[in-house]
């Protein structure tokens, strides 16, 4: 049988389809299946007390449907000294501190109360995650005693910043007197 040159034989069309079709389905189900496992809670499912102030102790839980029902979560507190906080009655030393709990039957967290370094300043993030779940997290600020967030530095804290200040002006200074000295050395 005569072969013509540009045109595929006949049975070269079925694979050739076959091939494609699979191809397609593989890419429209692997996405799908991919997150079939994980599920993405509604933003805000979690929460925790808005504000606080240095020391103290605030509640953080999240809805019902967050989780899996009893399944294992691990929170994570993260700000300015955060390996002091302390989840439930736990006190850690890293950087940022994290515990576990297990979810309700209606995949709720319930109320975990953390209790904040007493030097916390600025604001700490707060998330919860699971192995099937994205979870949630919440924000704290943390506030003076008037109410105010706590922002900037205080007077033992500028004091390494004017120590260092002053050391490099004094540094710059006897750099540029050893080169007026070797330039007028170098000009005789």
């Given at each position: 049988m005569p072969h013509i040159t540009g045109s595929p034989t006949p049975r070269l069309l079925p694979r050739?389809?076959?091939?494609?079709?699979?191809?397609?389905?593989?890419v429209i189900a692997a996405p799908a299946a991919a997150n079939a496992s994980t599920i993405y809670p509604p933003s805000?499912?979690?929460?925790?007390?808005?504000?606080?102030?240095?020391?103290?102790?605030i509640s953080f839980q999240c809805d019902a449907e967050t989780f899996s029902p009893d399944e294992a979560i691990t929170?994570?507190?993260?700000g300015e000294n955060g390996?002091?906080?302390?989840?439930?009655?736990?006190?850690?030393?890293?950087?940022?501190?994290?515990?576990?709990?297990?979810?309700?039957?209606?995949?709720?967290?319930?109320?975990?109360?953390?209790?904040?370094?007493?030097?916390?300043?600025g604001t700490y993030n707060i998330a919860a995650v699971s192995s099937t779940s994205a979870g949630g997290t919440a924000a704290v600020t943390?506030?003076?005693?008037?109410?105010?967030?706590?922002t900037g530095l205080d007077?033992?804290?500028?004091?390494?910043?004017?120590?260092?200040?002053?050391?490099?002006?004094?540094?710059?200074?006897?750099?540029?007197?050893?080169?007026?000295?070797?330039?007028s050395r170098d000009s005789r």
């Open positions: 050739a389809a076959v091939a494609v079709m699979l191809a397609l389905g593989a805000g499912s979690c929460t925790a007390t808005p504000t606080a102030q240095a020391g103290g102790t929170i994570t507190v993260t390996a002091a906080a302390r989840i439930g009655m736990v006190k850690f030393a890293i950087t940022t501190a994290s515990s576990t709990a297990s979810s309700e039957a209606d995949g709720s967290l319930a109320a975990v109360d953390i209790a904040l370094p007493s030097n916390a300043t943390i506030t003076g005693a008037d109410g105010l967030p706590a007077q033992g804290q500028t004091i390494g910043l004017w120590i260092g200040g002053g050391a490099l002006l004094l540094a710059g200074a006897a750099l540029a007197v050893v080169a007026a000295v070797r330039r």
